[in-house]
C-alpha cells in the first residue's frame, strides 16, 4: 500500500515540476491530429472563388486545399492544383467503378449498364480537367471554361441513373459527384481570377 502512495506522490511530483518549467517556456508540441491553419492566401482565394461563382462552396475549397497543401499558392497555382485533383477524383471514381464490375458483385444487368455508362462519364470527366489543366499551364485561360463545360452534371446523370445500393456492391458514387460538380466550379472560378 505504501508503495502505490509513493509512486502516486513521486508521479504527482514530477507533472507539477514539469508543468512549472514548460509554464515559462513556449511548447512547440502540436498533437498529430490537431489540423494546421489553411494559409490566408488560399482562404483568400477560396473567398475570391466564391464571389466570382456563388455555386463555389468556401468550406470544401479552403479544406481541399488545406489537406492538400499545393506547392504553389497563387491564383494560377490553385487553378492548376483544382485541375489536378478534379482529374484524380475523376480516375478514382473510374478505378472504384472497375473494381465493382470486376469483382463480379453485380448481378443485376440494369445496375452493369449503369455502372460502365458511370465508367464513361467519369473518363469523359478525367478528360477535361486535363485539358483544362493543360490550358492553365499554356496560359489559355479563356479555354478551361470551355473545357470543363457540362462536366458538373457527369456526375448528377450518373447518380441518376444509378440503382440503389441494396442491388449489390455499387460504389457510393455520389461522394464522387459532388466533388466532381464543386472541383468543376472551383477551376472555372479560380480561373477566372487570374489577371
Known amino acids: 500500500m505504501r508503495t502505490c502512495a509513493l ?16 509554464v515559462g517556456r513556449r511548447s512547440f508540441w502540436r498533437p498529430r491530429w490537431q489540423p494546421l491553419p489553411t494559409p490566408p492566401a488560399i482562404v483568400a482565394t477560396c473567398q475570391a472563388a466564391h464571389d466570382a461563382d456563388k455555386r463555389v462552396n468556401v468550406t470544401f475549397c479552403t479544406n481541399i486545399f488545406g489537406l492538400l497543401r499545393p506547392h504553389d499558392s497563387t491564383v494560377r497555382g490553385l487553378a492548376q492544383a483544382a485541375a489536378s485533383m ?3 477524383r475523376a480516375d ?4 472504384t467503378i472497375d473494381r ?8 443485376d444487368p440494369r445496375a ?7 465508367d464513361r462519364l467519369y473518363g469523359s470527366a478525367a478528360a477535361a480537367f ?5 490550358a492553365i499551364t499554356e496560359g489559355r485561360y479563356a479555354d478551361v471554361g470551355r473545357s470543363l463545360e457540362g ?3 457527369l456526375g448528377r446523370q450518373c447518380d441518376s441513373e444509378n440503382p440503389p445500393a441494396s442491388s449489390g456492391n455499387l460504389a457510393p458514387l455520389w461522394i464522387f459527384s459532388r466533388a466532381n460538380e464543386q472541383l468543376t466550379y472551383l477551376t472555372i472560378a479560380i480561373t477566372s481570377l487570374i489577371k
Open 92 to 95: 478514382t471514381a473510374q478505378t
Open 130 to 134: 486535363n485539358a483544362a489543366g493543360k
Open 151 to 153: 462536366v458538373s452534371e
Open 112 to 118: 452493369r449498364r449503369a455502372l460502365e455508362r458511370c
Open 86 to 88: 478534379g482529374a484524380g
Open 100 to 107: 465493382t464490375l470486376s469483382q463480379g458483385g453485380v448481378d
Open 7 to 22: 509512486l502516486l506522490a513521486v508521479t504527482v511530483a514530477a507533472a507539477a515540476f514539469g508543468g512549472a518549467q514548460a
